[in-house]
């Protein structure tokens, strides 16, 4: 039995058959509308969510499953002091695979050494979310048409974004992908990525507060919100949460072929303005996130 805690749990080869399995499923959905008939989902959610969560149940449905689950701390026995260990042992006894998002970061990777099915990760506190990071992949090769000779620039929350930690860790196993780090000085890519991914694997990186000087050499630009549940200091979120907003006039000086990615949910950081705009990706970046969903839970179920 094998969980998906970090996306590194899986390998490159790993990726491009999942990436593969959820194109066909785009292609052929029919084809996979019985898969998973008499299988149960359970999706535990202690902390709030609406595209993971509800991604991973409709692409349960459409496998011809069935989901239980919770989606809030406050209406399982966590409230009454129950563990996560106990919690996933309880629930192991009711389904066949548990997509679990938790504010701790590591509870994903606790639960899934005493569960008897699989556990996916799906977000843990400012750590990673490797589900987001397979959508986000899936994004980019269909929106580019490869996953390798890219310029991303990441901007934003990159010290609590944990898509961006994820995404990075992934690319980082790909050929000549350009990393520039766009974020105020007190919103850096932490040290532990920097140093441990980016420095030690010698790729190549650049870190500016400039968006507007970085905007017009990438191919890609992922935009990230200032994650306001992980501050300890509201003062400080209100003076950091509108560093960046995206208008249609600062894109005038990018890439006719760039693709914007955001994982949502947006605040103010992509003006409305730009949604009709062709180069943004982020509402395909949704509808993504079902389909390699599904391609996830037959691959973790064994199924074919
Ligand atoms: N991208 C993402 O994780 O969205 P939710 O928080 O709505 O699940």
Redo the contacts with the bound molecule.
């Keep these: 039995m094998k969980s998906l805690i970090d996306i590194l749990d899986l390998t490159t080869a790993e990726i491009d058959e999942l990436i593969s399995k959820a194109n066909d499923i785009i292609d052929h959905p029919d084809r996979y509308a019985e898969k998973c008939r008499g299988k149960k989902l359970a999706t535990l959610f202690f902390e709030?969510?609406?595209?993971?969560?509800l991604s991973f149940e409709a692409a349960m449905y459409e496998l011809g499953g069935h989901v239980i689950g919770f989606s809030e701390a406050s209406s399982s026995s966590t409230s009454k002091g129950e563990s996560v260990q106990d919690t996933v042992r309880a629930v192991s006894c009711y389904a066949d695979i548990i997509a679990m998002r938790h504010p701790k970061e590591g509870a994903p990777k606790v639960a899934s050494m005493k569960a008897s099915v699989p556990i996916i990760n799906a977000?843990d506190g400012g750590h990673n979310?490797p589900t987001?990071t397979l959508t986000d992949l899936l994004t980019i090769q269909r929106e580019k048409g490869r996953l390798n000779d890219l310029r991303i620039g990441f901007c934003g929350d990159l010290q609590f974004g944990r898509?961006v930690h994820s995404l990075i860790s992934a690319l980082s196993r790909y050929h000549n992908i350009h990393f520039t780090l766009i974020s105020p000085a007190e919103l850096k890519l932490p040290d532990y990525i920097k140093v441990d991914v980016l420095q030690k694997k010698k790729l190549d990186f650049e870190e500016t507060a400039k968006l507007d000087q970085a905007l017009p050499n990438l191919d890609i630009l992922y935009m990230t919100r200032v994650q306001k549940e992980r501050f300890f200091n509201e003062a400080d979120y209100i003076r950091l949460k509108d560093s960046y907003i995206l208008t249609p006039e600062k894109l005038k000086n990018a890439k006719s072929d760039l693709c914007i990615m955001h994982?949502?949910?947006r605040v103010n950081e992509i003006s409305c303005a730009v949604d009709d705009d062709p180069r943004a990706c982020y509402f395909h970046q949704v509808l993504n996130g079902k389909f390699i969903r599904m391609a996830l839970i037959l691959k973790l179920l064994e199924i074919d």
């Design positions: 709030p969510s609406t595209r993971t969560r977000g979310h987001q898509t994982p949502l949910p």
